[in-house]
Structures are given as structure tokens and as C-alpha cells.
């Protein structure tokens, strides 16, 4: 199957003090385009979110074959360049934190809409964790599929990511089916949530 969201966020609340709080609360958020000199960065922060959120219920060696395979820094280039992708950036003064990626395309038989769009890839960085960057994004995420002239939004996301799953219904999106996801050699169940109330 195509890649479903996989996370929110990672796993560990940070930061663990209040003034490290404050101090990052402080700082400036930023929601943007991803652009091309952007690639190299992404790839860092798409691999190590990945990682961070699901290595320690993996195999190392399906973790390591889909992090090459989705990752590295020409297929994020390639993502950017995309018309039928947008990629949103998240950066706290120079530090890019978290992204989102919707794209047009395949879309599961249990979506029945005409114009949908897929969030493809949801991610914040655990230093991100507990400021309601992730609500922020989400936000964006949903400017951006209107301009996109969509009349919904679509996801996969993984059956036992339950604090995933709690965000996206906070967020208005609903269970509707599941789908097969491919991590290396392990077939996983995605399930299939929709929101059509992006307006």
C-alpha cells in the first residue's frame, strides 16, 4: 500500500523543565512551503521521526529498508518538485521541527468523494511535543487542501498508533476502512480515516 500517516508525533514529552518551556515557547513558529534546498533537511527529519516513533516496535532491518527507500534526500527532492505533492514545513527559529505532505493520486475504494487528498506524512519532532504545534500544522494542513480544491481529507494511519489515532479524530476525521501498509518485509493494517469538514 502507499504510505499512510505513520505518527503525530514521536513518543517522549520535551522539554522537562519549565524554563526550557518557556524558552522554546518564546521562539517564533514558522508554517511554510517546503522549496528545493529544503531536501537534505527533510530527509534528516523525515528519517529521524520515523525512527523515533517506530523503531522500538519494529525489526531494524524493515525499519533501515523503508527509511532508505522513502527517506533519503533525492526522493524528498523528488516529493518537492512534485506537482501532485505539497510539503509544509515546520521551523522554531532556524530548527526545522515537523512537516506535512499531502498528495493527489491512488486513492482507497472506501474514499468516495470526488476531489479528495491524501495527508500522506504527519510529523513533528519530540522536541516539538506538548506546544500544540501539531494542532498548528493540522491547521495549515487544511488551508492548504482548500487551495488544493479538495472536498476532503484522507489518511492511513497505523492500527496500534492509538495516540495518532485520538489526534486525527480530535481533528474531525473519522474510521472508514483499512488498508495494507509495507514496512520491508512486514505487512501491516493501516486504518482509513476521512474529514470531509476541511472548510
Known amino acids: ?46 528519517a529521524r521521526t520515523f525512527l523515533d516513533t517506530f523503531a522500538a516496535v519494529n525489526a531494524a532491518e524493515d525499519m ?13 527532492a523528488a516529493e518537492i518538485a512534485s506537482p501532485d505533492i505539497r510539503c509544509l514545513l515546520v521551523e522554531r527559529g532556524s530548527d526545522l521541527i515537523g512537516y506535512a505532505q499531502l498528495r493527489r493520486g491512488h486513492t482507497p475504494d472506501c474514499v468516495q468523494t470526488a476531489n479528495p487528498i491524501e495527508l500522506w506524512r504527519f510529523y513533528i519532532d519530540r522536541a516539538g511535543i506538548g506546544h500544540g504545534i501539531a494542532q498548528q500544522l493540522m491547521t495549515a494542513v487544511f488551508a492548504e487542501t482548500l487551495k488544493m ?21 480530535k481533528c474531525g476525521f473519522r474510521e472508514i476502512g483499512a488498508h495494507e501498509f509495507q514496512l520491508g518485509s512486514d505487512a501491516q493494517k493501516d486504518l482509513i480515516m476521512i474529514c470531509n469538514a476541511i472548510g
Open 1 to 46: 500500500m502507499p504510505i499512510g500517516i505513520r505518527s503525530m508525533d514521536g513518543c517522549l514529552p520535551y522539554p522537562k523543565n519549565a524554563d526550557q518551556a518557556n524558552a522554546h515557547a518564546m521562539t517564533r513558529l514558522q508554517i511554510r512551503p517546503a522549496c528545493a534546498a529544503d531536501a537534505s533537511a527533510l530527509s534528516e527529519l523525515a
Open 149 to 169: 480544491q479538495a472536498t476532503a481529507l484522507w489518511l492511513g494511519v497505523w492500527e496500534h498508533n492509538r495516540r495518532a489515532i485520538a489526534f486525527y479524530r
Open 64 to 76: 533501515a529498508t523503508h527509511v532508505t527507500r522513502y527517506h533519503g534526500v533525492t526522493q524528498q
